[in-house]
């Protein structure tokens, strides 16, 4: 089933898909084409970021770009049409089309219930195809009544103010006299979100729906007007002089809107911390028989064109722990009650992005030799630095490995990646005094934490998991003989 719709039979629809695993929405980052431009079946027409991941989408057919539904920076829910393709360009006088902002999809009847049972699908494939119309948004039926409470305040800024009469309160159009506002549970849940009362929007959806666009323009002038009530003439033996103080503390504050990758980040870390119990173990190491390896492995021509660093050998230490304790490569099912092994290692490698923190993973780390985990390792950074991990990288990891050190920082208490039952944290490595062969000797340390979730991880398996993680750095000859 693709994600477009057939409008007549020269004009096709293309919809938002969803391009990883049960994701409802995405936000439109970039245009590659304009109304007007001639596309080929294949070709990569937009950029999306998803909660996941920013994704390429390209287009399924060939013909001329008819309309674009949404600018750059709108967030989409899957399934709502995004363009519209001429596919028989000259055939006929094509329909104007209207402007992006000037649109709004009617919610589908069928979001509500969709979560449960969602089906994953591919780009290019996407939810079954409904019978959403669109038609132009209505006018705010409160703009005139926002216009009067705007002069009513200037008149009293201005002296003229004490006579004007205060507007009226009315209801919204289209909400039920007396009763519940209508709208889906997605859009009551964003209102609460952003301390919208719903019985203040005005609907513009079909029968008097509120849809999530009413509640983002119900937000926007009350974001404005917040400084306002601030500089409000409510008390008038209040000071004129204040007034420029309560303004220029307005502008000394940012709000930027939490979307995308960092809303999926500050959302599993909550689930994370408050549903695995949290255990964090610490040891302090020499790793300077290490760091001569690391240079030995550069001058190898069995690693010539690959990233040799100390994360490549601390990624191998861990492998080779958890060969040794397979138990703590687990996940906890908690609706089955079970503690599922994993008999597989996808070894997670957090990624510092402009986005955000990502963790793509290596699949089958434990099966590939040191060339093969150098190679994935540099394939991995550099792809998320470049902004193009996909869903699929970042699904199904299993432990994890978080270096905090390239930020100078000597150790941390990490939080386990959701679904996952440990996360290593590798701090910075330093030329410390260290107790060697009897003499205190200037030596490369470094601090390493793991956190494992308490439920399928008692102490001990942890202890030993990073006993034998410290064991290997520090005599890296053991790579050989536990390998």
Known sequence: MTTMTETSARFREFKMPDVGEGLTEAEILKWFVQPGDTVTDGQVVCEVETAKAAVELPIPFDGVVHELRFPEGTTVDVGQVIIAIDVAPGSGDAPAPAAAPAQEPVEAPEAEAEPKGRTP???????????????????????????????????????HGASAPAPAATAPAGAPAGGRPLAKPPVRKLAKDLGIDLATVVPTGKDGIITREDVHAAAAPAAAEAPAAVASPVVPEAPAAALPAAVSDSARETRIPVKGVRKAIAQAMVGSAFTAPHVTEFVTVDVTRTMKLVAELKEDKDMAGVRVNPLLVIAKALLVAIKRNPEVNAAWDEANQEIVQKHYVNLGIAAATPRGLIVPNIKDAHDKTLPQLAEALGELVTTARDGKTSPAAMAGGTVTITNVGVFGVDTGTPILNPGE????????????????????KPRQVTT?????????????????VLADVAAILEQPKRLITWA
């Open 421 to 440: 039952s440990a996360i290593l944290a590798v701090g910075a490595i330093k030329l410390q005094p260290w107790v060697h062969k009897g003499k205190v």
């Open 121 to 159: 699908v591919l780009v290019g494939y996407g939810v079954a195809e409904s019978s959403t119309k669109r038609r132009p948004r209505k006018g705010t039926a409160a703009a005139p009544e926002a216009a009067a409470v705007a002069a009513a305040v200037q008149a009293e800024l201005n002296g």
């Open 448 to 464: 390493l934490a793991l956190s494992f979730d308490h439920r399928l991880v008692d102490g001990e398996l942890g202890s030993k």
